[in-house]
């Protein structure tokens, strides 16, 4: 008679906590894809739309700069319980926004409810990627493999939201779109909320503020890294491309936008598809079981100057194509296409190597800090979007991005083993 294996310890809050964030990260997608078409359409420049997501990028630094101290102090699943409460309420005042505003006030409104949403966001994404530190299994690569799984799904669900926000803002309209994502999140939180099983910490009532700031030079390097990474993506990934899409798209007529949704939607969606998928897979890419830290420092190094190539050669076929046209917009399809699978090693690679740099006792703080890094990257990046499309199209924006995923391989290049 054989034995049948055993469940590994915590894999039902790993689960719980994986559905939750499959959940937020749905409805974030779909936020970001609608909040950008819908007011494009309204006749918002490229440096109006970033400045619809500078407040969302503001609150990612300040939340995970605080996060990991509240989780620690109060325990995982409040943060998690919070971000996805934040969420509910966010859309719901997104709903009240009148198109009859002046875009002034239009603007404020938007950034006020993004900030909420990356408050949101980030409290959910901190708990969620320390559970992991916390319940993975220790042996045979466990860790690596559930961080990679969390990550690398996380992202194929929020492609799926990019999509889910450009066929709703096309079929059933802006107000309708948000108050259904609302409805369907507040289910899905009263439910996690019954049924989260234990084995999540409670909390430690003696944690200080000032221990979110690391001593390990790992730790501190690996988030300079981030920033520059994350800010490379998101200077093209914001507003640029997308705009750059919907120029080349559509004829401005109705019948032409709702066509441009879809198509800018699906490929945004395909990106961060493929992207998640990569980076569920990158464990077996790697062949990350039976190799040591050391050796995956180094590949993460080598990864970095292969986003750096790819990005060069973008950055020169927008300077010989200049204006739009059908060899230009296939070459950047191809090439972000291929920056996005190499990107997405690059994330498991830090994702991986954060937890493993961070101890069980400071995981909560150490994450919270890296994805404070993380977000100060998007926020670089976002900023930078708007301004280097509309200051010098792509060229310029994908020039900005070569240089800034540079220095994240530069900064990759003083990590090294504990001890070492």
Partial sequence: ?????????????????????????????????????????????????????????????????????????????????????????????????????????????????????????????????????????????????????????????????????????ATVGFVGAVLGMAAILAVILLAVVVAMPAGLPKGRRGAKFAEVFSKSANVNWLSVARVFLFGARDVWFVVGIPIYFYAVLSDGTTVGNRAAFFMIGTFMAGWIILYGLVQANAPRILRAKNRTLADLIGAARNWGWGLVAVLLCLTLAALIGGEPQPWLTLTLVAGLLAFGAIFAVNSSLHSYLILSFTKAERVTMDVGFYYMANAAGRLAGTLLSGLTYQAGGLALMLGTATVMVAASAIAVGYLAPEGE
């Fill in 1 to 169: 008679m054989t034995q049948t294996a055993a469940r590994p310890e915590g894999l039902s809050a790993y689960i719980a906590v994986t559905a939750a964030y499959w959940a937020f990260m749905l409805t974030d997608g779909a936020l970001r894809m609608l909040v950008l078409l819908h007011f494009h359409t309204l006749g918002f420049s490229p440096v109006q739309l970033a400045y619809l997501f500078v407040l969302y990028e503001i609150a990612g630094v300040v939340t995970n700069l605080c996060a990991g101290w509240i989780a620690a102090r109060f325990g995982l699943t409040s943060t998690l319980y919070a971000g996805l409460g934040l969420q509910v309420l966010a859309l719901l005042a997104l709903a009240q926004l009148d198109p009859n505003w002046a875009v002034g006030a239009s603007v404020v409104f938007v950034m006020l409810v993004q900030g909420a949403s990356g408050v949101a966001k980030d409290l959910a994404k901190m708990s969620s990627k320390s559970a992991v530190k916390l319940l993975a299994p220790s042996e045979g690569g466990g860790l690596f493999r559930w961080v990679a799984v969390l990550t690398g799904s996380k992202n194929m669900v929020k492609g799926a939201g990019f999509l889910l926000g450009a066929a709703l803002l």
